[in-house]
């Protein structure tokens, strides 16, 4: 079974301490924005045993592309993080790149 990650939608969950009567967390890192570096931000805080709450605008997982590509640096970071390699599997390789400068090519 095929899932449609474009389409798929979370709806708003209101956090325990918005409930009334629940004691408030204390969380000393929040991370703004749920984009590759916000998610990678927040997955390193938190396997360091550090409280951290990420927070984004959006309901979805995306609407387009939000990496178009990553360095092998950024693999290596992932790696560490526990997810390169999915990220490898389910992305497109290539091995040689074009640069363009309006329509003339400009390095390759």
Do not use: H
Not at 14 to 31: H, S
Not at 41 to 59: E, F, S
Not at 73 to 84: A, E, P, Q, T, V
């Amino acid at each position: 079974m095929s899932i449609n990650y474009q389409a798929l939608s979370f709806e708003y969950q209101p956090c325990r301490e918005q409930q009334g009567g629940a004691q408030a967390a204390v969380y000393p890192v929040i991370v703004v924005g749920a984009g590759p570096v916000g998610l990678a931000t927040a997955i390193d805080i938190a396997q360091q045993g550090v409280p951290v709450v990420l927070v984004d605008d959006d309901c979805s997982l995306s609407s387009g592309s939000r990496a178009i590509c990553f360095s092998k640096r950024s693999l290596d970071i992932f790696d560490r993080l526990g997810c390169g390699q999915r990220m490898v599997d389910k992305g497109i390789s290539w091995n040689v790149g074009k640069v363009f400068l309006k329509d003339e090519l400009v390095y390759t």
